[in-house]
């Protein structure tokens, strides 16, 4: 069998394992999400939180059969649900598997070229979560695949009862930008939303991220950084790059890798703003007019745009007669800061022109 048919082989392979999940998956979240819902459907929830997260909601159909969005209801938090398929459940399972099914199924959208390894991680992650919400009929289904799988390939080897521990294993995390002081209450103070944080997931190996001329490592390359900036955009290009490091076990970049990982921003499907950050396709930045909670992320690593946001609301509020530098210590405050560094002196000054040019 030469290359372009193992290639199509592998593809069609993901494919169908995919199919699987998803017609198990819309029954599956529909059930666990029935007593909250109210009567609607859970896609409609998911909506109504892309509404409020300041989305294009028009760009695409949201329907429940849809696999981006069926993942997305698993691996993001759903408001003041948080994340319901992984209550009392301490491993994060649920999450822990469908954040790695995203990734495969964004390089299935993008037709990316499927290796051997990447059609067995496909198959093994979907065995798993369709094991863990009780689908055993499909998960047996997706054994069968893989043995036939390996069968083309010219292997003996027996499928396993479940996933490989290297290819699911979640990252422990390593949090950067911690504040000086605990923020106030953000509820009293106005935010729109909580900081949504990217569920992160171990992806690869070092050594894989280190050959980043193979064409595979950048397309998984590129499928992170979409994820990561769905999630969590307007998103910092530093805080991107470390996420994508963690996906690959790196706990620190070296420059080199991290100008590595930048030049793929590129071939992502993401849009850039005028001060470097990242947007997803389904946000207009001059439309969007949220500001969120500040979560793990550092004073530096939030947008201008959004911090504009934010000064917008102090400008509306008792502080509208303020002078401008009393309303940047307001600022600060807001997001638990108290010294003003010659670093964040700079990026208040792009807030300002990002607010003054409204």
């Not at 193992?6 to 392979?13: E, G, I, P």
């Not at 495969?104 to 993008?110: K, L, Q, T």
Request: with cysteine.
């Amino acid at each position: 069998m030469n290359l372009e048919m193992r290639a199509s082989m592998y593809s069609m392979t993901v494919s169908r394992v995919l199919d699987l999940v998803s017609k198990e998956l819309d029954p599956y979240i529909q059930e666990r999400l029935t007593p909250y819902l109210g009567g609607l459907h859970w896609i409609n929830i998911l909506q109504q939180l892309d509404n409020a997260r300041g989305k294009n909601t028009t760009l695409w159909v949201y329907k429940s059969s849809d696999l981006s969005m069926q993942l997305r209801v698993l691996t993001e938090r759903l408001g003041n649900l948080g994340y319901p398929f992984d209550s009392q459940d301490r491993n994060r399972t649920c999450s822990s598997y469908g954040s790695v099914l995203r990734l495969i199924r964004n390089r299935w959208a993008h037709n990316d070229e499927f290796q051997a390894f990447d059609a067995l991680q496909a198959i093994e992650i979907s065995y798993a979560l369709l094991i863990h919400i009780g689908a055993n009929e499909t998960a047996s289904a997706v054994s069968d695949i893989r043995t036939d799988l390996l069968d083309s390939m010219g292997k003996n080897e027996n499928p396993s009862a479940g996933p490989d521990e290297s290819d699911t294993r979640r990252a422990k995390g390593e949090r950067s930008g911690t504040s000086e002081t605990k923020p106030e209450n953000p509820s009293s103070l106005g935010y729109v939303n909580d900081c949504e944080e990217w569920q992160q997931v171990i992806i690869g190996e070092q050594s894989e991220l280190d050959s980043m001329r193979s064409v595979r490592t950048r397309e998984m390359v590129r499928s992170l950084i979409e994820d990561i900036v769905d999630v969590e955009g307007p998103v910092s290009p530093a805080r991107v790059a470390r996420l994508v490091g963690q996906a690959f076990g790196f706990s620190r970049l070296s420059k080199t890798r991290i100008a590595q990982i930048t030049r793929q921003y590129q071939n992502a499907e993401v849009t850039q703003d005028q001060n470097g950050f990242l947007w997803p396709r389904s946000m207009t930045p001059e439309n969007w007019r949220i500001f969120r909670t500040l979560g793990h992320r550092d004073f530096l690593e939030i947008s201008p745009h959004e911090l504009a946001n934010a000064l917008d609301f102090l400008c509306d509020s008792e502080n509208k007669r303020d002078s401008p530098d009393k309303l940047r210590k307001e600022l600060l405050k807001l997001y638990g800061r108290k010294r003003e560094t010659s670093e964040i002196r700079k990026h208040l000054d792009s807030v300002i022109a990002s607010h003054q040019s409204r």
